[in-house]
Nanobody, 124 residues
Framework: QEHLVESGGGLVQAGGSLRLSCTASGRALRHYAMGWFRQAPGKGREFVATIGRDGDFTYYAGSVKGRFSISRDNGLNTMYLQMTNVRPEDTALYYC?????????????????WGQGTQVTVSS
């Protein structure tokens, strides 16, 4: 069983920056593909970014490409999402997810473990 905890969310002005963290306890993070997803009020959960087990592959949703950066430090059992030039439409509950049987994936159903989420609110 893997336990994931997100942190770093908060209120930020449009154009600002924020860094989210996801810390894992349980099996070493290096065994998992990792991803970030988000859910805005009244909408379904959507893919944001994914990173391969070694950190050598990353893939982003078109809406965040060039503004967000996903990274990981397997030695610290932590994954990050650096958010820059944020927009009001980035307002959402952000979830991290871990997948044991994949290398990377944008598909929600491919992930085995999920955190509780951290709220990001972008003011205009």
């Amino acid at each position: 069983q893997e336990h994931l905890v997100e942190s770093g969310g908060g209120l930020v002005q449009a154009g600002g920056s924020l860094r989210l963290s996801c810390t894992a306890s349980g099996r070493a993070l290096r065994h998992y593909a990792m991803g970030w997803f988000r859910q805005a009020p009244g909408k379904g959960r959507e893919f944001v970014a994914t990173i391969g087990r070694d950190g050598d592959f990353t893939y982003y949703a078109g809406s965040v490409k060039g503004r967000f950066s996903i990274s990981r430090d397997n030695g610290l059992n932590t994954m990050y999402l650096q958010m820059t030039n944020v927009r009001p439409e980035d307002t959402a509950l952000y979830y991290c997810a871990a997948g044991l049987h994949i290398y990377h994936s944008p598909k929600e159903g491919d992930y085995d473990y999920w955190g509780q989420g951290t709220q990001v609110t972008v003011s205009s």
